[in-house]
C-alpha cells in the first residue's frame, strides 16, 4: 500500500470497489469497475451531465463513476434508459420515424483516456444505438458504420432486430402523412390535442471520474419525418459530441444541420482549451451558429427559428450548459441529480416574419 494512502482510506476504497464489482453487470465493458483512489487524491470533482430529458442518466452515470466504473461505460448506461423508454419519442425504441415511416438511429460517443472514437447513422431495428458506437469503438479500426453494414455488425455481436416504431410513434407519423398537402391523395385528419409532435430531441450526456478522465455520447432519432437516410449531427465525431481527455467534452441537442456546419462539439472544447469556463464556450459556440445561419432560418427579428443547445464539462469537472432561447439540462455534482437553467442567447423565440 502506498504509504501516502491511510488504512482508513484504503479500507474505504477498497469497499467501493467490492460494491462496484457487484455492480459490474456492463455489456461490451470498456474496462471492469474498480476503487477509486482516496479523495484526498482526486484530480477532478466528479460529474454527470446531460441533455434535460436525461436526469436518470445523470444520476446513472454518476452513480457508476462513484462504483469505479469506467467514464463511457458511465454515460452509454446512463442514455440507454432513455434509448429503451418507449415513452421518448425522440431517441432509440420510440423514437419517431423518418418521412417513410421508418425508425433510423443515430447514435456516437467518444473515451477520453483512450482517445477513440465510435459512431453509427442511419441504423435500423436496433434499439440501443449508442452500445453499437461502443462497439465500433472498441472493436474496429473504424469509427463511423451507417445504414445496412452498421446493423449487419450489431447483429453479429448478438442485438435483436425489433420493430423499433411504437404505436404512439406510428399514429403521430400517420397524423403527419395525412396533414402533409392538401392536394394528396391522404384526406387530412384533425389534430388530437394528445398528438403534439416533438420534431426535435435527442440525449447527451458526458462525464468526469475523480481521476480527470472524461467521456461522452449523444443519441437520438434525429429530425421527425427527415427524408431517409439524413444523418444529423448526432453521429457526427466533432459535432454530436466530442471529447479531449486533456480538456474537456462537450455535446449538443436540437437543430443538427445548424451544428454540423460549426463542428459545435469539437468547437466548444477548442474554446475551454482556450480558457473558457464550460458555459462560456458553450454561448461563444451558439454566438458561431448565429454566424453562420441562413436567412431563411432567422425570423424578422434576426433571431435564429431553431433551437440548438449546448453541454461542456471541463478536466477540473466544472460544467455548464447553453442554449439560443431559455432552457433547462441535467447535472450531477455530487449532491444530486437535478435539472438546471441553460444560459442562452436570446430572451424569446424569434418574432416570425
Ligand atoms: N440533433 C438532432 C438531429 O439533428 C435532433 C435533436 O437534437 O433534436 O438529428
Known amino acids: 500500500m502506498s504509504d501516502v494512502v491511510s488504512r482508513r482510506e484504503f479500507v474505504a476504497s477498497t469497499a467501493v470497489g467490492i460494491a462496484a464489482a457487484a455492480a459490474s453487470d456492463i455489456p461490451y465493458p470498456m474496462r471492469p469497475p474498480r476503487p477509486l483512489p482516496p479523495s484526498s487524491r482526486w484530480a477532478a470533482k466528479p460529474v454527470a451531465l446531460s441533455s434535460a430529458n436525461g436526469l ?14 469506467d467514464t463511457l461505460d458511465a454515460v452509454i448506461e446512463g442514455v440507454k434508459i432513455q434509448e429503451l423508454d418507449p415513452n421518448d419519442d425522440s431517441v432509440g425504441y420510440g423514437g419517431l420515424p423518418n418521412a417513410a415511416g421508418v425508425v433510423q438511429l443515430d447514435a456516437s460517443c467518444m473515451h477520453g483516456p ?4 465510435g459512431a453509427v447513422g442511419a ?5 440501443t444505438p449508442s452500445e453499437v458506437a461502443k462497439l465500433v469503438l472498441k472493436y474496429t479500426n473504424h469509427i463511423f458504420l451507417v445504414g445496412e453494414g452498421a446493423k ?17 410513434a406510428r399514429e403521430v407519423w400517420l397524423h403527419w402523412r395525412a396533414n402533409l398537402n392538401p392536394d394528396d391523395d391522404f384526406l387530412d385528419v384533425p389534430e388530437a390535442e394528445h398528438m403534439v409532435v416533438r420534431p426535435t430531441g435527442t440525449i447527451n450526456c458526458d462525464a468526469v471520474t475523480p481521476q480527470g478522465d472524461i467521456s461522452s455520447v449523444t443519441t437520438t432519432s434525429g429530425l421527425a419525418f427527415k427524408i431517409p437516410g439524413r444523418v444529423g449531427d448526432s453521429p457526427i465525431i466533432g459535432a454530436g459530441q466530442y471529447t479531449d481527455n486533456d480538456v474537456g467534452a462537450a455535446g449538443s441537442t436540437g437543430r443538427g444541420e445548424s451544428n454540423i456546419k460549426v463542428c459545435g462539439g469539437f468547437l466548444t472544447v477548442e474554446f475551454m482549451r482556450r480558457g473558457l469556463k464550460p458555459t462560456d464556450a458553450c454561448l461563444e459556440t451558439l454566438k458561431r451558429v448565429v454566424q453562420l445561419t441562413e436567412k431563411r432560418l432567422l425570423g424578422a427579428d434576426g433571431k435564429p427559428k431553431f433551437s440548438l443547445d449546448f453541454y461542456a464539462v471541463n478536466k477540473r469537472g466544472e460544467f455548464g450548459a447553453a442554449s439560443l432561447y431559455p432552457g433547462r439540462y441535467a447535472a450531477h455534482d455530487g449532491t444530486e441529480a437535478k435539472l438546471r437553467d441553460t444560459a442562452y442567447l436570446y430572451e424569446r423565440p424569434a418574432a416570425s416574419r
Open 56 to 69: 436518470r442518466a445523470a444520476q446513472k452515470a454518476f452513480d457508476m463513476v462513484m462504483q469505479g466504473a
Open 114 to 117: 483512450t482517445k477513440r472514437a
Open 123 to 127: 441504423l435500423e431495428g436496433i434499439k
Open 152 to 168: 449487419r455488425f450489431a447483429l453479429q455481436y448478438g442485438f435483436k432486430d425489433e420493430d423499433l416504431l411504437t404505436e404512439h
